[in-house]
């Protein structure tokens, strides 16, 4: 079954510090990968997606993601947080074809940043 | 140009109530989507619209019907709330199906006691 794991709950890092948000999935041909943001009492925001190509991609905010089929992963990065970056991050696969649509999140990591 | 709005922010329904959730957008999208939001889950979608007059079943349907009668508007009704229907609601839109990035809106706050 198609699915997304970020195995992460909540993550808490140093303004300054380098960050990086992890993502597995499970789907059986070569998947679309995204990442959003959700900040408190908001919508979802998109940071960046994949879809083929080159396996790093940059998104919004200084973050970058990359994506690695040998370990079906998709993991989000940031060389260094602001405090601006606590936030919920979801991971999510886009799937299928029209008429048998799925778009799969994962749960969300929580992320705390300490000043 | 306001991009996914959505009516009402917050409500409180008593089990058995129904009401409808409005989404709205403004950017000629073709697909729209409702999603629910629950602590630990993430967002499931419930269902979704790849055109005006369409709709179809997502992950999570039961207890929900929607509505596309125009483009700009997306439709969720609750015929009679439960409970476990005490979620947060997200409507999004997207100009072509995956390959583009969903828009939502900034979520409606619903509980049912």
């Not at chain 1, 089929?69 to 979801?90: G, I, T």
């Not at chain 2, 709005?5 to 950017?27: E, H, I, N, Y």
Request: hydrophobic share 35%; aromatic share 14%.
């Amino acid at each position: 079954a198609q699915s997304v794991t970020q195995p992460d709950i909540h993550i808490t890092v140093s303004e300054g510090a380098s960050l990086e948000l992890r993502c597995n999935y499970s789907y059986g041909a070569t998947p679309y990968l995204f990442w959003y943001v959700q900040s408190p009492g908001q919508g979802l925001q998109l940071l960046l997606k994949y879809f083929s190509g080159d396996t790093l991609v940059q998104g919004i905010k200084g973050f970058e993601a990359e994506f690695k089929r040998s370990q079906s992963s998709f993991n989000l990065r940031k060389p260094s947080v602001h405090w601006s970056d606590a936030a919920e991050y979801f991971c999510a696969v886009g799937a299928g074809t029209s008429g048998t649509y799925k778009y799969i999140f994962g749960t969300g990591t929580r992320l705390k940043v300490l000043a | 140009n306001a991009g996914v709005t959505q009516t009402p922010k917050f409500r409180v329904l008593k089990t058995g109530q129904s009401m409808t959730l409005l989404c709205a957008q403004d950017m000629n999208h073709e697909y729209m989507y409702w999603y629910r939001q629950d602590p630990g889950m993430g967002l499931r979608l419930i269902h979704y619209s790849v055109g005006e007059g369409t709709t179809a079943k997502g992950e999570v349907p039961d207890g929900y019907n929607v509505s596309r009668l125009k483009k700009q508007n997306f439709l969720l009704g609750l015929e009679s709330a439960a409970p476990s229907q005490t979620s947060v609601y997200f409507c999004a839109s997207s100009y072509i199906l995956i390959l583009y990035e969903q828009y939502f809106g900034p979520g409606t706050r619903l509980t049912v006691t």
